[in-house]
Nanobody
Framework: QVQLVESGGGLVQAGGSLRLSCVAS????????MGWYRQAPGKQRELVAQ???????NYADSVKGRFTFSRDNVKNTGYLQMNNLKPEDTAVYYC???????????????WGQGTQVTVSS
């Protein structure tokens, strides 16, 4: 099986920065796309950023220019650098990764447990 563990969340003032990490471990043959999602209280989970296996990125309009998604394929780790944070960024942030666990196996999506980000005004 595959486990995803997020870290780096916390409380920060508006305008501040945080760096989230997502470490994948377990039976990983290859890891394709990764994504960061967030869910604020009373709202649906939404996509924040995606990164393809080759490094191409895609961002929600609300975070463009402020957030940067990068990955280290050797460490099976994804990073979300969040700058100029706003109170509306407050949410639980979840990591998602599409992983193949064997050469003859298809890809499945896995989720982490989430990390809380709180931005005070």
């Amino acid at each position: 099986q595959v486990q995803l563990v997020e870290s780096g969340g916390g409380l920060v003032q508006a305008g501040g920065s945080l760096r989230l990490s997502c470490v994948a471990s377990g039976s990983i043959f290859s890891m394709n796309a990764m994504g960061w999602y967030r869910q604020a209280p009373g709202k649906q989970r939404e996509l924040v950023a995606q990164i393809a296996g080759g490094g191409a990125t895609n961002y929600a309009d609300s975070v463009k220019g402020r957030f940067t998604f990068s990955r280290d394929n050797v460490k099976n780790t994804g990073y979300l650098q969040m700058n100029n944070l706003k109170p509306e960024d407050t949410a639980v942030y979840y990591c998602n990764a599409v992983v193949r666990t064997g050469i003859l196996r298809g890809a499945n999506a896995y989720w982490g447990q989430g990390t809380q980000v709180t931005v005070s005004s």
